[in-house]
């Protein structure tokens, strides 16, 4: 066995499989595990998803929200054990592959039109 099918091997182990198909312009609700002194609590986090990254293992998606008039954006490392779940609110009408336009949009002009093809 050579260096990269054990590489692939341990990281197999580690892939989620319970992860739904997330598409660009989809609305998501990420679960993320928050540690605060000894406790531990879910808080969620409600955005759409402006673009996907790598594969496998590696593979992250950046989500967008509007917080007080203000963008936030965070990327999320999908097979990271602080995401406890993901949820897919509503499927997103786009033709790019990056949303990155949508930093320059705000108000009604930012909004993705919904798509009710595929399933949630």
Do not use: C, W
Request: glycine share 8%.
């Amino acid at each position: 066995m050579n260096a990269q099918e054990i590489i692939r091997s341990i990281e197999s182990e580690q892939l989620k499989d319970n992860l739904p198909v997330i598409y660009v312009g989809d609305r998501v609700r990420v679960g993320v595990k928050i540690r605060e002194g000894g406790k531990e609590r879910v808080q969620p986090y409600e955005g759409d998803v402006i673009a996907m990254r790598r594969s496998g293992i590696n593979k992250t998606i950046t989500v967008r929200k509007i917080f007080q008039g203000v963008g936030v954006e965070r990327v999320f490392l999908l097979h990271s054990p602080r995401i406890d779940t993901i949820k897919i609110i509503q499927r997103g009408k786009v033709r790019r592959a990056k949303l990155y336009y949508l930093r320059n949009l705000i108000g009604k002009a930012a909004r993705i039109k919904p798509r009710f093809d595929r399933p949630l």
